[in-house]
């Protein structure tokens, strides 16, 4: 389980995050929802230890993180799937993907895992040995979240993954955030999609301002007027 306790961080002089609080399970769906600015992408990369935790703590599974570098924090079973993608877009499908399996380079490991992606993304089997850069965007978003999977992740934190998609790709690509957790894997999602990524989460969070304001079973938090007219037009 992953526990942040009060963590606060933030840019130079600037905090951002005051104070935060949550739990992402094991085997659930956490979605995190939030206006544009309210700190999710610094959330995410705190606990990936890409910012300094300036306050409070972050354990994962019993073990302290608020103070691992990066690569530790991926080799506890934390993969972080950044917001906007950042393939090497001159480099093949294959290649990128591979990129992502560092942790365990060179052990069996890695072929078994780069067939459960190819599993999970057929599209992505004729594509292998073309440029990322050519790819459509929903296919690098595929691209994207296999790399971070390539790692072996327990808990994988996907960065608006929709961002920028057409509706019908935005399904899709929901539906496999949807089959990497029905297939044991926690995930810790920020979505604008706020009705879609609740419909497939167990639990949410709502950030504002850099404070956690709710907390709810996802759907609960579907019921919740607040977050209806806030985040589902309603
Ligand atoms: P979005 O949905 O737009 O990505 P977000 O909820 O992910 O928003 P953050 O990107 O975490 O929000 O930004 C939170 C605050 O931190 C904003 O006020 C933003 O201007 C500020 N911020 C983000 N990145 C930096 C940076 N590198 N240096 C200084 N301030 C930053």
Same mark, same amino acid.
């Given at each position: 389980?992953?526990?942040?306790?009060?963590?606060?961080?933030?840019?130079?002089?600037?905090?951002?995050?005051?104070?935060?609080? #949550?739990?992402?399970?094991?085997?659930?769906?956490?979605?995190?929802?939030?206006?544009?600015?309210?700190?999710?992408?610094?959330?995410?990369?705190?606990?990936?230890?890409?910012?300094?935790?300036?306050?409070?703590?972050?354990?994962?599974?019993?073990?302290?993180?608020?103070?691992?570098?990066?690569?530790?924090?991926?080799?506890?079973?934390?993969?972080?799937?950044?917001?906007?993608?950042?393939?090497?877009?001159?480099?093949?499908?294959?290649?990128?993907?591979?990129?992502?399996?560092?942790?365990?380079?060179?052990?069996?490991?890695?072929?078994?895992?780069?067939?459960?992606?190819?599993?999970?993304?057929?599209?992505?089997?004729?594509?292998?040995?073309?440029?990322?850069?050519?790819?459509?965007?929903?296919?690098?978003?595929?691209?994207?979240?296999?790399?971070?999977?390539?790692?072996?992740?327990?808990?994988?934190?996907?960065?608006?993954?929709?961002?920028?998609?057409?509706?019908?790709?935005?399904?899709?690509?929901?539906?496999?955030?949807?089959?990497?957790?029905?297939?044991?894997?926690?995930?810790?999602?920020?979505?604008?999609?706020?009705?879609?990524?609740?419909?497939?989460?167990?639990?949410?969070?709502?950030?504002?301002?850099?404070? #956690?304001?709710?907390?709810?079973?996802?759907?609960?938090?579907?019921?919740?007027?607040?977050?209806?007219?806030?985040?589902?037009?309603?």
């Amino acid at each position: 389980m992953l526990t942040l306790n009060n963590v606060t961080s933030g840019y130079d002089a600037t905090d951002v995050l005051h104070g935060v609080s #949550i739990t992402a399970r094991p085997g659930e769906l956490t979605v995190i929802l939030g206006a544009n600015g309210s700190g999710k992408t610094t959330l995410f990369k705190t606990i990936s230890g890409l910012l300094p935790v300036r306050d409070g703590s972050i354990d994962y599974d019993g073990r302290s993180l608020h103070r691992a570098r990066p690569n530790a924090i991926v080799k506890a079973g934390i993969a972080h799937c950044p917001e906007g993608r950042h393939l090497f877009g001159k480099m093949s499908v294959e290649k990128n993907l591979r990129l992502g399996s560092y942790p365990h380079r060179n052990s069996s490991r890695t072929d078994e895992i780069f067939g459960e992606v190819l599993d999970l993304f057929p599209v992505l089997k004729e594509k292998a040995k073309q440029p990322a850069g050519s790819l459509s965007g929903g296919q690098q978003q595929m691209v994207a979240i296999g790399r971070a999977l390539m790692s072996d992740p327990s808990l994988l934190i996907l960065d608006e993954p929709s961002m920028g998609l057409a509706p019908l790709v935005v399904e899709q690509v929901l539906a496999s955030v949807a089959q990497i957790n029905v297939n044991g894997i926690a995930v810790l999602l920020s979505e604008q999609n706020a009705k879609a990524s609740l419909a497939i989460a167990h639990r949410g969070y709502v950030l504002a301002e850099g404070r #956690i304001v709710l907390a709810d079973d996802a759907s609960q938090l579907l019921d919740n007027s607040e977050v209806q007219s806030a985040y589902l037009g309603l």
